[in-house]
């Protein structure tokens, strides 16, 4: 897995590749961490280069989501391939956690449930 977290209109954007299995999930682990002890007001992660995601992997962002309403802190994930999607699907995560086909739809989102932030 590799990471690059470049900012952009107060985003923290978190771009990962690779895959995220129990070799490497707690290398996210580590990166949402820094995030949630950063109380980042807003995190998304750029899935468009995730090849896999494994149940570790899955595990870690169910627990930064948790971290991230600690303090009120907005969490999504975009770019999610459809192989990667389908884990997802599976169990059912996609109702817990926002994923989006694309950055610009993840903004149009967050800006139609915020008004203050449009």
């Given at each position: 897995?590799?990471?690059?977290v ?8 978190l ?19 820094h ?7 807003a ?16 595990a ?8 991230a ?20 699907e ?17 903004r ?11």
């Open positions: 897995m590799r990471a690059h470049p900012e952009s209109d107060g985003l923290q954007i771009e990962l590749a690779g895959e995220i299995d129990l070799d490497r999930s707690p290398q996210l682990r580590q990166l949402l961490d995030q949630a002890q950063s109380r980042t007001p995190l998304a992660l750029d899935f468009r280069e995730v090849t896999y995601i494994d149940s570790s992997g899955l870690t962002l169910v627990e930064y989501c948790r971290k309403q600690d303090f009120d802190g907005r969490f999504a994930i975009f770019g999610v391939s459809e192989r990667v999607r389908t884990v997802f599976i169990v059912r995560l996609q109702e817990f956690l926002g994923l989006y086909a694309t950055l610009d739809d993840l149009a989102a967050w800006r139609t449930s915020d008004p203050a932030s449009a």
